[in-house]
């Protein structure tokens, strides 16, 4: 979730899937995608991150997930170059994106431009896994980080065809007035950002808050309604929630 204050307070950079993908298509989603073998090798070789003392090897993996697929899918690399403060200029980060579009790995590229993933820049959000009923299933993290003011976030034009910063709420209120498809997990994750209207705000939420892995159950409404169960100690707000 790539946050940056904007005139409506703060605003998360988000996709549309591309009405072909088999889950969720259409529907306005944060950018992510599945690990890969390749991140597991970067996870096994410390000189392409740094200040992340006490993750284990599939967290380092998850995050270095994380870290390319927001890279695949909207151009922005959450990089410095080896021993720096700063993030990689656009130009780097763009150079990584022209080498693994000619067939160069991720890690190779990453490795050979002299960089490391920052990897401590990204804060644990939430943890979700797919219900037992859905046919596709997923084991999904999600993180909230400061997006690079110098790097442009973009949609890639294959797995999303369109892309906005904006703010939660009104992303929500959007939803509501039918102008985009928002599924369960997403709206939810929006609701609970948009508690803050500020991107360190929101930083520091997350980082205070204790992460419970939801893990959604059928369940009935009241007036006899469809509905999803998730754990009260998730912080969302209930335990029953409307499945729209």
Known sequence: MLLRDGDEGME????????????????????????????????????????????DDVTRAVRIAAVRETHEECGVLLARPRGG?????????????????????????????????????????????????????FDTYFFVVAAPADQLARHDGSESVDSTWI?????????????????????????????????????VAARARRIVTVEPVPAKMPDGGRALKIPVEAGYGGDVFAAE
């Open 167 to 203: 703010n939660p709420q009104r992303a929500l209120l959007d939803a509501k007035a039918g102008k985009y498809t928002i599924i369960f997990p997403t709206r939810l994750n929006l609701e609970l950002l948009a508690r803050q209207n500020a991107v360190e705000a929101a930083i």
């Open 12 to 55: 998360v950079f988000m996709v549309v899937r591309h009405h072909q993908i088999d889950f969720a298509s259409g529907a306005l989603v944060f950018p992510g995608g599945s690990i890969e073998p390749d991140d597991h090798a970067i996870a096994a070789d410390p000189a392409l991150y740094r200040n992340v003392e006490g993750l």
């Open 85 to 137: 403060d700063r993030l990689a200029e656009p130009d780097a980060c763009d150079a990584i994106a022209r080498r693994v579009a000619g067939g160069v790995s991720f890690r190779q590229a990453v490795s050979e431009a002299g960089l490391e993933l920052a990897l401590d820049q990204l804060t644990p959000f939430a943890h979700w896994i797919t219900p037992t009923f859905m046919p596709k299933r």
